[in-house]
């Protein structure tokens, strides 16, 4: 029996709402295995972090699942499926937090992008609540992008020698724009743990 409601509904639309399904699930899973696995001086905010992506990806899944059913078509839960499918690649927990951060990060703006196009094909097609839904969606994973990429402002100087120091402040000065603000934190000598331990380099 087809209803009302999806009969004007285009194919592009419920395409589109299993390929925002499938790609969600994919990276729900993702971000669980990196709040498994993470370790580092970062350890606790990110393993809170990677428990709020998933979570709330979780819940996203039934919502873009009841809006599938409730357009006439079964949905297909498979996790096979869903890999097949999205646009979020799979990956182990064996990482250093700093690429679990940019590959997550990475995945978010890849969500919001292919949100808003879904948010484009429901307008065209007449569905004011599955446009809505994808606006909605997208600024979640704007947000999310938004909260990794400043974890990742802080994880991009690593403790090192002289030298490794240099050649980093070497590689900022190179990538920023003309007129461009670098803020950074650097360790101070007056610390008061400043000079316990062994020398490894000078002014490190």
């Known amino acids: 029996m ?11 639309t419920v395409n589109g709402l299993e390929l925002a399904l499938a790609s969600t699930a994919v990276a729900t899973a993702k971000a669980q295995n990196f709040h498994w696995n993470v370790t580092g001086m970062a350890f606790a905010p990110l393993h809170a972090l990677f428990e709020e992506i998933y979570a709330e990806h979780f819940e996203a899944q039934d919502t873009f699942a009841e809006r599938i059913r409730m357009l006439g078509r079964t949905v297909d839960g498979r996790q096979s ?17 700093e690429k679990m951060l940019l590959e997550l990060a990475l995945d978010q703006e890849r969500l919001s992008a292919l949100l808003l196009q879904l948010a484009s094909v429901a307008e065209e097609e007449g569905d004011p609540v599955t446009n809505g839904l994808a606006v909605d969606r997208a600024h979640i994973h704007d947000t999310f992008a938004w909260k990794l990429r400043a974890h990742m402002a802080d994880a991009l100087i690593y403790h090192g020698d002289e030298a490794v120091l240099r050649k980093t ?10 007129g461009g603000i670098y803020q950074g934190t650097m360790l101070s000598k007056r610390r008061f743990d400043y000079g316990v331990g062994n020398e490894i380099s000078r002014n490190t």
């Open 81 to 97: 499926e869903h890999l097949k499918k999205s646009i979020i690649a799979e990956t182990d927990g064996a990482k250093k937090f």
């Open 169 to 178: 402040i070497t590689e900022i000065t190179r990538l920023l724009k003309p």
């Open 2 to 12: 087809t209803s009302e409601l999806n009969r004007t509904v285009s194919e592009n």
